[in-house]
């Protein structure tokens, strides 16, 4: 059944209930939000539930439950779990003077390994470093909203590892390196675009924090000429590597033969319903991914932890939550399946935006997913076709809906998973931030203008 043809429009209230019950909590009931943020998830999980069990049936919702928490949710939260645990195993020694000079370089070198690593990786890696760097700073917000542009979203913009959505590129036949050829020059651009801004911005905070921050600072240069920086639990990083295989064999195995049942053409595994179907690649994902998370905890020492701050609250936060946001915007991405194909975006612009800020508030990797297939379905005949899955698509269609999947995560703090592990982190480390629409506001001034001068001189 296609219930995105039958469901109507309110059924995204419970959506909008999540999205807005995650902005305006943290306002008006900081500490109760703090310790119900799972018990307001489930609540707005059953208002949809509950009536959709009632129209549809038990088992459409059974299916719909299973789909969204089986084949989305837990890869997702498992994944992110696997490269928080590893990555707090790894601490940079060694005391980095918060100048706007060392944080252009901090943040463009996450920029860099986010592609490498995953934002979530390159997010978590250096979050640390970089508040430690500036806990001299009595003016910090700007530095972390940056980061969450640059590091968590912008960055993963070049092969499949970097961000969720390029990976559903790779297993629908984009070739894993066609990103990397085709949106450089766009990366280029709004990375430098991106850290020419933020150096006067944090020029401006540094005059800002006076003779006392002066002194703060000097003192923070002088130790930092004393102390040498070197990474301790470097082995995590053989960890992260599993993580990283893990993910590639996730996508390749659907694609070797050898591993196909010539039955159904399906990678060898187990159905838990009738139209779920889980390979032993889905298996030997999560299973590489909890053992590298397992020998991390088992090998790395307390103390390295500690140095970190380590502790489990900001990827707890993001598990109660995001398990609420991908129940409730079942019906959302029901009617977005549905239509996508027929909404007549056809052309870079359309599909650039379109994209982008659905991709702000819906989970970005099946907003790729319908925008690529509707892409797909216009008739492409050119010799410099991708050919996908989804159809022989256009190169200039596929680059505005990459660059829109990828770089309006950056939105809002739902865009994508690591803006909020981010923002926790640095509110337990004492940073300030934005609430949800403060940093709407941020993005709005800053990113806007940036995709518009996108759209002009790459989507016309």
């Known amino acids: ?15 909008a209930g999540m999205l807005l019950s995650i902005a305006i909590f943290p306002l008006v009931k900081g500490e109760w939000w703090e310790k119900h943020q799972l018990h307001v998830a489930l609540f707005w999980s059953v208002i949809f539930l509950v009536p959709f069990t009632i129209f549809y049936g038990i088992g459409e919702a059974t299916y719909q439950f299973l789909e969204i928490i089986v084949l989305d949710y837990v890869p997702f939260i498992i994944l992110l779990f696997g490269l928080f645990v590893v990555a707090g195993g790894i601490h940079i020694k060694g005391t980095i003077a918060g100048t706007t000079r060392n944080n252009v370089i901090l943040l463009a070198i996450g920029t860099f ?10 997010a978590m890696l250096l979050i640390r470093p970089v508040l430690r760097a500036n806990s001299w700073r009595r003016n910090k917000t700007h530095i972390v909203v940056f980061f969450i542009f640059l590091v968590a979203n912008i960055g993963g913009c070049l092969t499949p590892i970097g961000d969720p959505p390029l990976f559903l590129g790779y297993l629908r036949g984009v070739p894993f390196f066609w990103t990397l050829q085709h949106i450089w020059p766009i990366l280029l651009l709004n990375t430098a675009v991106l850290l020419v801004v933020f150096a006067l911005i944090d020029r401006h905070f540094v005059k800002k924090e006076g003779k006392e921050g002066k002194e703060a600072l000097d003192l923070e240069e002088e130790a930092t000429e004393r102390v040498p920086i070197r990474i301790e639990g470097a082995h995590n990083l053989v960890f992260l590597a599993m993580i990283i295989v893990a993910v590639i064999l996730n996508g390749a195995i659907p694609q070797t033969d050898a591993f196909l049942d010539p039955a159904t053409g ?26 590298a998370a397992f020998l991390s905890m088992r090998t790395t020492k307390k103390a390295i932890r500690e140095s970190n701050d380590f502790e489990w609250a900001p990827i707890a936060e993001v598990a109660k939550l995001f ?9 959302a991405l029901a009617i977005l399946r549905a239509n996508g194909a027929s909404l007549g975006l056809d052309t870079p612009i359309q599909l650039f935006w379109s994209t982008g800020l659905l991709s702000s508030f819906l989970d970005n990797s099946p907003t790729y997913v319908v925008f690529l297939t509707a892409a797909g379905a216009i008739d492409y005949g050119g010799m410099d076709a991708v050919i996908t899955t989804a159809g022989a698509i256009a190169p200039a269609l596929l680059l505005a809906v990459s660059a829109g999947a990828v770089f309006m995560g950056a939105i809002t703090y739902i865009g994508n998973a690591p803006n909020f592990m981010v923002k926790s982190i640095a509110e337990r480390s004492g940073v300030k931030m934005p609430s949800f629409f403060g940093y709407m506001g ?19």
């Open 1 to 15: 059944m296609d219930i995105g043809n039958t469901l109507p429009l309110w059924s995204i209230i419970p959506f």
């Open 113 to 122: 390994l986010a592609s490498w690593v995953g934002t979530t990786g390159a």
């Open 266 to 291: 399906l990678v060898f595994g187990i159905s838990i319903h009738e139209h779920i179907h889980l390979g032993f690649n889905y298996f030997l994902q999560i299973i590489l991914i909890l053992l």
């Open 323 to 331: 398990i609420g946001i991908f129940i409730t915007m079942i019906p």
């Open 442 to 460: 941020w993005s709005c001034a800053i990113l806007v203008p940036l995709f518009l001068l996108d759209t002009v001189l790459f989507f016309l």
